[in-house]
């Protein structure tokens, strides 16, 4: 069985946040990964409410600027120092992201040598890739420099260990051809290797998340599947959405049908839809049928 990615919606809010949606957080759980996407204030006790460990995180990768989405980083990054964080985090963000991390260290009067940071700024393409996964980024149109992510896994040839110990065969050094899929012989036995053998596919989460309808997004988000996705606003108001940079209903589920995504979970709601949220929902299904809207603290497996 393929080990399943888990994203975690700390924070499903816009701008301003409510009772029900703080604002914007994402964590993506995967092996040893705790990928943070954005980190809106009040992050620090979503995690608390998930009962996660913030000092779990690995990577945080940031959209852009607007304190809605980055206002949560000086109190984590202070949190992390005070409870002996002993890994180096890195942090992805736009164009500008190495000023800003600079500013806030004054600003807050975060001492560096109390964290091991190490700051990327990344644009369009893979900016990072290892034999597990690949991060990708995108433009997005947004006003100031903002990015979209997205996860993948490799492809890889697992063995079916089940059926490798109902063989029962002992111990021997033609283990590791059977693990490469060649026929072997083994106490008189022939075993095709092949047969032990099966393929775990790629998967991919993609994260769109401030921005205006564009062709980055869905090619970003091509074959995703999961694609989160801002939707802002309703479809009544995409002349308030384009002034503003953002996605309708509509929009996101365009972005979804276009990219051939599996499924989507629709975040950064406006406050005009705390009580009504099935109403983007409803609009967005019409286009994609596959689509959710997340409450804060839901998760979903990929």
């Given amino acids: 069985m393929a080990e399943k990615i888990e994203i975690v919606f700390l924070g499903t809010g816009s701008s301003i946040p409510t009772k029900r949606r703080n604002h914007p957080a994402v964590l993506l759980k995967y092996k040893n990964e705790n990928i943070l996407i ?22 945080i990768l940031l959209t852009h600027w607007h304190l809605d989405h980055a206002l949560g980083i000086p109190g984590l990054f202070k949190t992390l120092s005070m409870n002996g964080y002993n890994k180096k985090l890195l942090l992805y963000g736009p164009r ?22 190490e ?23 947004h006003g100031i420099p903002t990015v979209s992510y997205s996860f ?81 606003y309703s479809k009544e108001e995409k002349d308030i959405a384009e002034d503003y940079g953002h996605l309708t209903s509509e929009d996101a589920a365009n972005i979804a049908k276009k990219s051939k995504s599996k499924k989507m979970a629709l975040v950064h709601l406006s406050q005009r839809y705390e009580a009504v949220p099935k109403k983007i929902l409803e609009e967005a299904k019409k286009i994609f049928k596959d689509v959710f809207v997340p409450e804060d603290l839901d998760s979903v497996k990929v």
Avoid: W
């Fill in 96 to 117: 500008g992201t190495k000023e800003k991390i600079r500013d806030y260290f004054d600003l807050f009067m975060i001492k560096e040598k109390d964290l091991d940071l």
């Fill in 119 to 141: 700051v990327h700024e990344v644009s369009d393409g893979v900016f990072f890739e290892n034999d597990e996964f690949v991060l990708e980024s995108a433009p997005a149109d």
């Fill in 152 to 232: 993948s896994t490799k492809e890889k040839v697992r063995i079916d260990k089940k059926k490798l110990e109902k063989l029962k065969i002992p111990n021997s050094p033609l283990i590791g051809d059977i693990l490469k899929g060649k026929s072997v012989k083994i106490g008189g036995k022939i075993i095709d290797g092949k047969r032990l053998l099966f393929k775990e596919p790629s998967r991919k989460v993609t994260f769109v998340f401030d921005t205006r309808m564009n062709e980055n997004s869905i090619k970003l988000s091509k074959d995703s599947d999961l694609l989160v996705c801002e939707s802002t």
């Fill in 38 to 59: 954005d980190c809106g204030e009040g992050t620090q006790r979503q995690f608390r409410k998930a009962k996660i460990n913030p000092c779990k995180v690995t990577r």
